[in-house]
């Protein structure tokens, strides 16, 4: 499996440089979640139309505030790369509620909003494997099973990897906004990819 992820990291993704230019999308994305979730937590809205408004959605559902955090972090573009990005968004603040059950999407501390982020990231660069070598995967696994557990061992891998080199990176940071996190992604995008390819 590791050497699998090395092989699409060096071939697929064109190695490290080639990987964070073709995955700048989920930096910029990033920034964008980064600075969505800080403004909320400072009251403000943020968004296009203001689609995260935490005076309008105070009280709403979990469900109505992600919609909103994602309408606000990446607007629909009718491309797959945005819709891989927004159901990555979802994902990463589902996992983040599971994490911390009783925390506020519109108030988040800024580690709160760090593990968003790196999930978020973890989500992208999975669901563009995935959009990648799914297909491949599920036709040569022995059974719809197999396919299923090997495509998660891979999620899982890569969200371990992208977790080490991003919790790093922010470990070292004194201020944090949209613009230096999309940095930190884009530097953690390209050691996560070293890291894959040395597994070939």
Same mark, same amino acid.
């Given at each position: 499996?590791?050497? *699998?992820?090395?092989?699409? +990291?060096?071939?697929?993704?064109?190695?490290?440089?080639?990987?964070?230019?073709?995955? *700048? *999308?989920? @930096?910029?994305?990033?920034? /964008?979640?980064?600075?969505?979730?800080?403004?909320?937590?400072?009251?403000?809205? #943020?968004?296009?139309?203001?689609?995260?408004?935490?005076?309008?959605?105070?009280?709403?559902? +979990?469900?109505? =505030?992600? #919609?909103?955090?994602?309408?606000?972090?990446?607007?629909?573009?009718?491309?797959?790369?945005?819709? @891989?990005?927004?159901?990555?968004?979802?994902?990463?603040? #589902?996992?983040?509620?599971?994490?911390?059950?009783?925390?506020? !999407?519109?108030? !988040?501390?800024?580690?709160?909003?760090?593990?968003?982020?790196?999930?978020?990231?973890?989500?992208?660069?999975?669901?563009?494997?995935?959009?990648?070598?799914?297909?491949?995967?599920?036709?040569?696994?022995?059974?719809?099973?197999?396919?299923?557990?090997?495509?998660?061992?891979?999620?899982?891998?890569? /969200?371990?990897?992208?977790?080490?080199?991003?919790?790093?990176?922010?470990?070292?940071?004194?201020?944090?906004?949209?613009?230096? =996190?999309?940095?930190?992604?884009?530097?953690?995008? *390209?050691?996560?990819?070293?890291?894959?390819?040395?597994? !070939?």
């Amino acid at each position: 499996m590791r050497k *699998g992820v090395g092989h699409y +990291a060096h071939k697929g993704l064109g190695g490290g440089g080639t990987a964070v230019r073709r995955l *700048g *999308g989920t @930096a910029r994305t990033a920034g /964008t979640l980064f600075g969505a979730l800080s403004a909320a937590a400072a009251g403000q809205a #943020s968004g296009a139309r203001n689609e995260l408004d935490p005076a309008v959605l105070a009280g709403r559902s +979990a469900d109505e =505030v992600m #919609s909103a955090v994602v309408e606000a972090a990446r607007p629909v573009d009718g491309t797959q790369d945005s819709e @891989a990005s927004r159901a990555a968004i979802g994902k990463a603040l #589902s996992e983040l509620l599971t994490q911390y059950p009783d925390a506020d !999407l519109l108030n !988040l501390s800024e580690e709160q909003r760090i593990l968003a982020v790196e999930r978020f990231i973890a989500w992208d660069v999975f669901n563009r494997f995935e959009l990648d070598l799914g297909k491949t995967i599920q036709e040569k696994a022995p059974s719809a099973m197999s396919a299923l557990s090997r495509l998660k061992e891979v999620r899982d891998f890569i /969200t371990q990897a992208v977790a080490a080199e991003f919790r790093k990176l922010a470990g070292g940071a004194a201020a944090l906004g949209s613009s230096r =996190v999309a940095a930190m992604v884009r530097d953690a995008i *390209g050691l996560a990819i070293g890291v894959f390819e040395g597994y !070939l």
